[in-house]
């Protein structure tokens, strides 16, 4: 037995084993058959292979970090272990599958999947001998990277994966800009029929990569000078940042067209509602897991307000029933906050998720039906108009959305450090303490459900207004968990966090529709391993930060996106 | 006198009884005018009961591993629902394959015991897999940490039995030797509800004896206690703690043949709503507390089987049916805040946070 620090060779077949695992995992699970379609370099490799390639790297990277205490060569030789048990798996899984019908039982062992993983090779014992082989490759590859300085293994880490996306984007960039003249000399340069060209991936890596290291550089020689820049400076800049950015932000539809604007508009309404339940979770500090009631609360009082179909009552104007919409929403912020005002903790997320249950069931049934509509929900809500100008197409609605979420981030930044927002935070540190501090819990928290619903409510109208109809099941728990998993992916209690969560995890579905499938599991993988690695987020807030690693060491992480690529 | 009172009990406190006892009226309301239309016969209302006790049962067994779990870590293992599917969808295969091979018609009773051993051993690998991988290096975190965790990982389950298996409704083969019915003193009861309840009383008697009279169900209740006193008296706290886990996962995969003995489909969604009631049972009866969850099983099951048509229907809602989810998530929020210890009252509330 060696000491425990060090890292075994037993270690080293473990790890193999839940490498192998994962992509027996991945596998299974249809990933690969459903990534396989898209090329990221043409003819040469697909994104399927990527997420059977990624394990490797990632795991043979992380025991040659384990065990790098032992010389540099014994690290590798354990990645190359690590590989090898690991293509041992894939092959037992493939001499299984393509032996047994598997499909009986696992849906997605269907014979492309094997032909995916046997890379080409016809014989069983060839097809071995490559996964065994490649995997031993592959990871003694991943294992290479740790004997390189860290600003190399950065640049190459993200010229690596900004070719991946690239690549990914293909067909988002032929829609978006398909029809521009300038489009098209740059898209023969840099992609084939499908996929990335050797070229284009080639001159992607090298920019990409460059521009880290440059960046690398001038932050170690920049960090003295900084200071000296005077505040009216900074200020300028910034002033001037936010005009150009606002102004760019007017002209995005115009840009991309109507496909893009409709995904920044589904990405926009997400983050009017992340928005909202950033004040509730993250500043509050209470965890809601109903929050789509208020949503549906928005969507509904705006359908039932404004509809000219058959459930019409009043048949208000957009601009009268927004208002409603989102009072109303606010209202039922207050109600339901009442009762749960003495809860804490756990037991009010699952109060809430009651709720939020209780609102979709009722909505559904027969019982309301002559009043909402049941199953087959509200048709026929106009579309908003001002004036003469009626916001019909996504790129009209993104207008609207817009201005829905300069208005929410507004009022979320100015109450972030107002006398409020500093009362739900010291509430989020510790309720007991708060109140002894002079804070009126009561009021505190039905102010914070008050504005995460309402929030929620103008999100919900303007969803009513951009879709034209709803349906009781565009209201269930997984909205209430993507708008919980954006915020936390994003960094909780941080307001750029909320943008930069709603535009990975609602836009970036929203762009592959082979990612839809995997949607939720991702979702969920994401939430844990946030919540292990980073429970803080990607653009997290100081205070939490220090709230959350009060007792920890710092711990320097690598560059890890989970499975998900 | 009125300021007296008004300092007494505050506004919240007030507004909560109101809410309370509007609630009480439109039960009592309800009721009363079901009973008195006279709309179900005795009969009806004893098959109502019975096939609450047997709904009930299947929510005690999940239950007791949401109790037990609370009892030690105070966090609600949001994901024991889909430990419960892991368990009954891996076996709908084995089922499969001995309907079809006409075993089953042989000898049910040994296959419903294959049934069985392949439940709790999946639902047993899930749970403590879970624990290890995504509860363990969290047990220091901040409460909310665990619970999104929990969060995560019970999406992330469902949705990976939805890609591996299939997302499509499947039906469990019938056992032929239990369809009909049993006289039991007199009354006609369905053979399948029959095999639940007592299975389900015998696998509750048996958790009840191991937590009590074992020494593994001592150290259980040592670590529940008092994790860090435990420690120091020589139990291993985290050997005990995969052990409260994968004794939760056995039951839930029990509990997941059971209903599927109840409810015949299975599907990759099928145990967040039985995990969520089951939570209610679990606070009904005092989360924590071991016989507390089996009660609050019970009461949760005949509650939600008598609720649509005693009440319901007596208020005049068109088909109560499809509000009977609905009732079991009122049950839990009532619960949650009027009585969050619950009624047999939790041996832990002090502690909690």
Redesign the interface.
């Known amino acids: 037995m060696k000491e425990e620090s060090t890292f075994t060779l037993r270690n080293a077949v473990q790890f193999g084993l839940i490498t192998g695992f994962i992509i027996l995992?991945i596998s299974?699970?249809?990933m690969v058959v459903a990534f396989n379609e898209r090329y990221i370099i043409a003819e040469t490799i697909t994104l399927g292979q990527i997420v059977v390639f990624l394990p490797l790297l990632i795991l043979g990277y992380f025991s040659a970090n384990r065990a790098k205490d032992k010389q540099g060569i014994w690290g590798l030789l354990m990645s190359l272990l690590l590989g090898v048990v690991a293509g041992a798996l894939i092959a037992a899984l493939v001499y299984v599958g393509t032996h047994i019908n598997l499909r009986?039982?696992?849906?997605?062992a269907a014979p492309e999947l094997f032909e995916v993983l046997s890379f080409g090779r016809q014989s069983m014992g060839s097809v071995a001998l490559t996964l065994i082989l490649g995997g031993g490759f592959l990871a003694v590859l991943g294992g290479t990277f740790t004997l390189l300085p860290s600003w190399l293994r950065r640049a190459l880490v993200v010229a690596l994966s900004s070719v991946v996306l690239i690549g990914i984007l293909q067909e988002l960039l032929s829609i978006t800009f398909g029809s521009r003249d300038w489009f098209k000399p740059v898209n023969e340069f840099f992609f084939e029929q499908k996929g990335l060209s050797w070229t284009g991936s080639i001159v992607i890596l090298v920019i990409a990569a460059l521009w880290n290291i440059s960046r690398h550089l001038s932050r170690t020689r920049s960090s003295g000078k900084k200071k000296n820049a005077t505040s009216r400076n900074i200020r300028a800049v910034r002033i001037a940042s936010w005009v150009v950015g606002g102004v760019l932000l007017m002209l995005v539809p115009r840009f991309l067209g109507s496909y893009p604007s409709e995904i920044l508009t589904i990405v926009g309404i997400y983050i009017i509602m992340g928005m909202g339940l950033n004040i509730v979770v993250g500043f509050a500090?209470l965890?809601d897991?109903g929050y789509v009631a208020f949503f549906a609360i928005g969507a509904y009082t705006m359908g039932i307000l404004t509809t000219v179909g058959k459930l019409a009552t009043v048949e208000w104007s957009f601009w009268l029933a927004l208002p409603v919409a989102v009072l109303l929403a606010l209202l039922a912020g207050v109600i339901l906050g009442?009762?749960?005002?003495?809860?804490?903790?756990?037991?009010l997320?699952?109060?809430t998720?009651?709720?939020g249950?209780?609102i979709r069931?009722?909505v559904?049934?027969?019982?309301l039906?002559p009043k909402i509509g049941g199953a087959q929900g509200i048709l026929q809500i106009p579309k908003a108009t001002i004036g003469g100008y009626e916001f019909k197409g996504p790129e009209q609605v993104y207008y609207l959305v817009l201005f829905g979420i300069i208005l929410v981030s507004f009022v979320a930044w100015r109450l972030r450090d107002a006398r409020l927002g500093r009362a739900w935070k010291a509430m989020r540190e510790d309720e007991d303490v708060a109140e002894a501090m002079g804070i009126n819990l009561?009021n505190t928290k039905l102010l914070a459900f008050a504005t995460g619903a309402a929030f929620a409510g103008l999100s919900g109208a303007l969803f009513a207004a951009k879709l034209g109809s709803i349906f009781p099941h565009s209201f269930n728990l997984i909205v209430s968990?993507n708008v919980?998993?954006l915020i936390?992916v994003g960094g909780i209690g941080s307001l750029p966090g909320v943008v930069a969560g709603a535009f990975i995890l609602v836009g970036m579905p929203e762009l592959l529709r082979e990612f839809a499938?995997?949607r939720?599991?991702m979702?969920?993988?994401?939430?844990?391993a946030?919540?292990?690695v980073k429970?803080e987020g990607f653009l997290p807030e100081a205070t939490h930060v220090r709230?959350?690693r009060e007792?920890e060491e710092e711990i320097i992480l690598e560059p890890t996106a989970a499975e998900a690529p | 006198m009125l300021q007296r009172f008004f300092r007494k009990y505050d506004k919240t406190d007030i507004a909560m009884w109101l809410i309370g006892a509007a609630l009480a009226v439109i039960v009592v309301y309800g009721a009363v005018q079901t009973l008195s239309a006279g709309k179900y016969s005795g009969a009806v209302w004893r098959d109502f009961i019975v096939f609450g006790l047997a709904q009930g049962s299947v929510y005690a067994l999940i239950a007791l591993g949401y109790t037990l779990v609370y009892g030690i870590l105070f966090m609600i293992n949001f994901a024991h629902g889909e430990v419960f599917t892991g368990g009954v969808f891996t076996a709908y295969f084995v089922a499969i394959a001995l309907s079809e091979s006409g075993f089953s018609d042989e000898h049910w009773i040994l296959s419903l015991l294959i049934l069985l051993t392949v439940a709790v051993v999946v639902s047993m690998a899930i749970a403590v897999l879970l624990e290890r991988i995504a509860y363990r290096p969290l047990r220091n975190a901040p409460r909310l940490v665990p619970l999104i965790t929990a969060i995560g990982a019970s999406f992330f389950l469902q949705y990976t039995y939805r890609s591996l298996y299939g997302s499509g409704v499947k039906t469990y083969p019938d056992i032929t030797q239990l369809t009909g019915t049993w006289n039991f003193f007199g009354t006609k009861i369905l053979k399948t509800q029959g095999v639940v309840i007592v299975s389900s009383v015998i696998l509750m008697v048996g958790l009840y004896i191991y937590v009590q009279r074992t020494k593994a169900g001592k150290a259980m209740r040592a670590v529940a206690e008092d994790k860090e006193a435990a420690a120091l008296m020589g139990i291993d706290v985290d050997r005990v703690i995969v052990n409260t886990f994968a004794l939760g996962g056995a039951l839930a995969g029990a509990a997941g043949i059971l209903y599927a003995m109840l409810f015949k489909q299975v599907n990759a969604f099928m145990g967040f709503i039985p995990g969520i009631k089951a939570f209610t049972a679990a606070v009904l009866g005092g989360i924590g507390n071991v016989p507390g969850a089996m009660l609050g099983g019970l009461f949760l099951g005949i509650v939600e089987s008598l609720g649509p048509s005693l009440v319901l229907d007596g208020l005049g809602i068109r088909s109560p049916y499809q509000l009977k989810d609905a009732i079991a998530f009122l049950m839990l929020v009532l619960v949650l805040i009027f009585r969050p210890t619950g009624i047999l009252g939790e041996r832990l509330s002090e502690k909690k946070a």
């Open positions: 995992y299974l699970v249809g009986t039982v696992f849906i997605n500090g965890l897991l009442i009762p749960v005002l003495k809860m804490r903790g756990d037991y997320a699952i109060v998720l009651g709720f249950e209780i069931i009722v559904l049934s027969d019982w039906k009561v968990i919980l998993s936390i499938d995997y939720m599991l979702y969920g993988a994401l939430l844990v946030m919540m292990l429970p709230e959350l007792e």
